[in-house]
């Protein structure tokens, strides 16, 4: 039986195209707190309210941005990368030019920035994409360029 596949291939991703994203996501406090931990990070800022209200200029826990980054990519994999790609190959950039906090409702946009054949993997090719995650708000809060290695339309036959 083959899988459904949501994902877009290789030659569906040009440089230009925009994918605003159906999924949206409310990051809990509990969210926050469970990725923290599970991921060792002892850092009071998000984990300590008392901490974060006396000691900070944001007066409330702010949600690791490893969290952040993590919910924006892959809000985005629905609707880019499920079934057709072969290995994310790294990210050029990432920025975190506003807090969030919980309670924050992410949204996302994809831009393909560029894309071209991979010249050692006949059927693949490489595709630099830039993710940006906005809060209820409508700000900026995250924005990612990633490379990922797509897979090709497969052949009829």
Same mark, same amino acid.
């Given at each position: 039986?083959?899988? $459904?596949?949501?994902?877009?291939?290789?030659?569906? @991703?040009? $440089?230009?195209?925009?994918?605003?994203?159906?999924?949206?996501?409310?990051?809990?406090?509990?969210?926050?707190?469970?990725?923290?931990?599970?991921?060792?990070?002892?850092?009071?800022?998000? @984990?300590?309210?008392?901490?974060?209200?006396?000691?900070?200029?944001?007066?409330?826990?702010?949600?690791?941005?490893? #969290?952040?980054?993590?919910?924006?990519?892959?809000?985005?994999?629905?609707?880019?990368?499920?079934?057709?790609?072969?290995?994310?190959?790294?990210?050029?950039?990432?920025?975190? +030019?506003?807090?969030?906090?919980?309670?924050?409702? #992410?949204?996302?946009?994809?831009?393909?920035?560029?894309?071209? $054949?991979?010249?050692?993997? $006949?059927?693949?090719?490489?595709?630099?994409?830039?993710?940006?995650?906005?809060?209820?708000?409508?700000?900026?809060?995250?924005?990612?360029?990633?490379?990922? #290695?797509?897979?090709?339309? +497969?052949?009829?036959?």
């Amino acid at each position: 039986m083959q899988r $459904p596949t949501p994902g877009r291939w290789f030659e569906e @991703l040009t $440089p230009g195209t925009v994918i605003h994203h159906a999924i949206r996501r409310t990051i809990t406090e509990a969210d926050n707190v469970g990725f923290t931990t599970m991921t060792m990070n002892p850092a009071w800022l998000h @984990l300590d309210a008392d901490y974060a209200a006396n000691e900070t200029e944001f007066g409330r826990p702010l949600v690791n941005s490893l #969290l952040t980054l993590g919910m924006v990519i892959g809000i985005s994999v629905h609707e880019t990368t499920l079934g057709t790609t072969v290995a994310n190959l790294g990210f050029d950039k990432v920025e975190f +030019p506003a807090p969030v906090f919980h309670g924050d409702t #992410l949204r996302v946009e994809t831009e393909v920035m560029a894309s071209r $054949p991979s010249s050692s993997r $006949p059927g693949q090719g490489v595709v630099t994409l830039e993710h940006r995650g906005y809060n209820q708000d409508d700000t900026l809060v995250c924005r990612a360029i990633r490379n990922a #290695l797509m897979l090709g339309r +497969p052949t009829e036959g």
